[in-house]
């Protein structure tokens, strides 16, 4: 994938829908304003109404992609002034958080690079995070890639990741046959990316990074804007190669100070790259090694991550300290941005469940597709529902013909969300009201280094 992010065309093809919005007020959840003027409440629901409006969207999309979509919005209001957010209702024929839907993987090749790593989680071969989650959260989908077949490509949701097949003729064996998307780089920036070098601008994500769903404590990728490199411009740092992490960050993305933290294990600053620093803790993790399966009906011990960058991207942020609340009790938690990942450290936990990998897939599922996470005083945007991948696709994989993630023992509930409203068809999003999701836990389990 071609990362060149320093220009950039704004392409905008959200689509040919008719769109009727019937708003009513609800209290949203506190939402930072851009940086350099932090006000969690910037938008406050004072009444209860409600409004009805139409608008025609006219733009231009791929065939497949065409539909027409009767949604509903949230409002919100500022004074006198209501704003409805269109929201799609997403049929759990199209997406179910937590990899429990039983969606087939699209492509043997996004299968054996969850085998490697996951399927040992699922089966209870060994105890460590997740890379990318107990299975499949869609069935295969396509998404505009302008330099893709026939401008798309074919990709996979998790909970942890995107999977990506950018060049279906390229080399099956070659590690990044399949790649994984630059979804931090996204939601912080608030751009889609459509191709190499392609991007349209939708709207940063006042989405929290950690913690429980809703939390009102900890930083959301908005407010990383500010101290990231991403399209919404750079903020790099000097090599400080031996210092400690006692930087904070609040939700609003107001930077502080905090020397008391610099006393906890793991925080030593130990590798430079790409202008920002990485901590000892994560760099660990990044290098760790561990039992997997090699594809031959093997399990060996390898490196989980190969190479360390593979699955987080290079660092896009320095490391900060936060507070957010997990399962319900406030912790303090270290949090560093990835271009594709965001790690999170929290001390106070368990030896072995202390670094993992933030629930990003579900939150940009959320973003793009449903809306979620609006900031105040951001200009409105209008999502397009997912469009299924064609079963035997021509060059797009064979979405249905490859085999189910297995898992052992509970499923684990990570934030799968209540639907309301008639399920949609593929070719027509319905919604009676927005869409409820419930808490977003990290898998808790260990790593194995």
């Given amino acids: 994938m071609n990362e060149n992010k320093k220009w950039f065309t704004a392409v905008g093809t959200l689509g040919v829908a008719l769109l009727t919005f019937s708003a009513a007020a609800l209290a949203q959840t506190p939402a930072p304003t851009p940086i350099g003027t932090p006000d969690a409440t910037a938008s406050v629901v004072t009444e209860t109404t409600t409004a009805e409006t139409t608008a025609s969207v006219v733009g231009s999309i791929t065939p497949e992609a065409s539909m027409t979509a009767e949604m509903t919005g949230t409002a919100t209001m500022t004074g006198t002034d209501l704003t409805p957010i269109p929201t799609i209702s997403i049929s759990t024929d199209l997406y179910v958080a937590g990899g429990t839907g039983g969606f087939p993987f699209a492509d043997p090749a996004f299968q054996a690079v969850w085998n490697r790593t996951d399927s040992l989680v699922a089966g209870g071969n060994v105890s460590r995070t997740w890379f990318w989650g107990p299975g499949p959260n869609t069935p295969g989908l396509l998404e505009q890639y302008n330099q893709g077949v026939n401008g798309q490509r074919l990709v996979q949701y998790f909970d942890k990741s995107r999977m990506e097949i950018n060049n279906p003729a390229g080399d099956r064996a070659s590690q990044f046959f399949v790649t994984n998307g630059l979804l931090t780089v996204e939601l912080i920036s608030g751009f889609i990316q459509l191709g190499d ?39 790099n740092a000097s090599d400080r190669t031996g210092q400690t992490v006692t930087a904070t960050i609040d939700r609003n993305g107001v930077v502080g100070d905090d020397p008391s933290k610099g006393t906890i294990a793991g925080v030593n600053l130990v590798h430079f790259e790409n202008n920002h620093n990485i901590p000892d803790v994560f760099w660990n993790f990044l290098n760790s090694s561990g039992p997997v399966d090699n594809g031959n009906g093997q399990i060996t011990n390898e490196r989980l991550i190969n190479p360390w960058n593979y699955a987080s991207g290079l660092p896009i942020s320095e490391p900060y300290w936060a507070q957010a609340k997990i399962n319900g009790v406030v912790k303090d938690v270290m949090i560093q941005a990835y271009e594709r990942r965001v790690l999170t450290y929290v001390p106070t936990n368990d030896t072995g469940f202390q670094v993992e990998m933030g629930n990003i897939g579900q939150h940009y599922f959320d973003w793009r597709y449903r809306n979620f996470g609006y900031c105040a005083n951001q200009p409105v945007s209008t999502p397009t529902a997912p469009v299924p991948a064609p079963t035997g696709t021509v060059g797009l994989g064979t979405p249905g013909a490859t085999t189910t993630a297995v898992t052992t023992g509970t499923p684990m509930e990570t934030g799968t969300p209540e639907m309301t409203g008639t399920p949609m068809e593929t070719t027509t999003a319905i919604a009676s009201e927005t869409a409820i999701e419930t808490t977003t836990p990290e898998p808790v389990v260990s790593v194995t280094p």
């Fill in 197 to 235: 070098a392609d991007f349209v601008n939708y709207h940063p994500a006042c989405i929290p990074m950690s913690g429980d769903f809703g939390d009102t404590l900890a930083p959301t990728y908005f407010a990383f804007q500010g101290v990231s490199n991403t399209q919404a411009g750079d903020h």
